[in-house]
């Protein structure tokens, strides 16, 4: 039970709006989360224990709360206000409260929620976007890991929690270095501070973990390793990390769960790789290979947001019913048929598709087309539908794709002649029809 404040206690803001505290949270290592009541409205409010509560942590909050340009974007539950109580010792700080539909990514690994492929990239997504934002100011974050980050399994939205803990580039706040499991070698080493690049590294385990539910580092070596303690987490992490897919050493290959049945050397991830794509398995091994040793040599989040939207894209279902990958390069290779369906091993037919510049979208019975696809300047924006597939309403047999924006588009159907799309109006899917949504132009494909 908590023991700093008490419900209904009133806490000081600097703002000078008083915070009611309603009721006690939870406990860390560092303080205490309450509900509050502040400015009219719901927030946490976290108390710092008494030898937490240090005048650095305290001019770090004060940092955060005032950064130029506010917080780095809405995914993030930033500190928003200082906050004081007299005869207590410590102080706080509020921010927003998380929403009940945010689920840890520790629930997801422990196989206690099972989001859809496409509720987890999109996750993914959003928190590739998120630390962007943030590293573009000039901050790092320090200790990315599956404590500090939530997402909705149903729509993929992501927020980011114990922001506190951000800084600047190369510094050693607080001596804060990161979850062993996801610091960059070079810091479990201790020969390097906390950077966006040492981030780099960190988010690619997560989004790793997260697609893979797996660590990418966890291969046969750890059947060598008869305590999982420090030592051995500094072997595997820092001084000889190996990737569990190298495509050049296997001394530290993930191991099927026939050969090692506990599943501590990657048995499921090994499952999930051979699921995705050839374009994330390269970027994962980019991350993993050249991203180990050469810290400036790591994938950025650029090369994460164009690997991760096309995968976003390229998802169809078999006939089955379960979720499959177009992978262009399988399809050429084959003379225009996807790989086997990873789950009842027929091979599904593709649904159709559209091309859109270097961009190709799978066009499933519930495709959208979004801001990312269709609008210069708005990449990997996926908020809001510009386009959707539709079934004809007296033809079930026919698709088309409805014009959700306000502007009329311009469609040739192959062999005839040009056709205005208007608003609320349907284009029918047909091989080679070529659509201008505007500034981009698109062309069906079966």
Known sequence: MSELLLPNQIVQSRSGQPCKVVQFLGGGGQGEVYKAQ????????????EQSATAEQRAAIEALIDLPGGKPSSNFLWPEDLAEAKGVPGFGYIMRLREPRYKSLTDLVAGRIEPTFLALITAGLELTKAFRSLHTKGLCYRDISFGNAFFDPDTGDVVVCDNDNVATNRTAKGGVLGTPDFMAPEIVRLQALPSTSTDMHSLAVLLFYMLHIGHPLMGKKVLNIRSWDGPAREL????EPVFIFDPTDGSNAALAFASDPSGECGGTALIYWNIFPQPLRNTFTKAFTTGLHDPDGRVTELEWLDTLAALRDSIFRCACGKPNFYDAEVVKASGGQPANCWSCGNQPKLPFRIRIGKAIVMLNA??????????DGRAYDFSKPLAEVVRHPTDPNIWGLKNLTAEKWVATVSGGPMKDVEPGKSLPLASGTKVSFGKVEGEVRY
Request: a positive charge; hydrophobic letters at 40%; charged letters at 20%.
């Open 38 to 49: 502040w400015a009219g409205s719901d927030f946490a409010l976290k108390w710092y224990y």
């Open 366 to 375: 519930d495709s959208k087309l979004y801001p990312h696809h269709m609008s």
């Open 236 to 239: 595997i992490f820092g001084k």
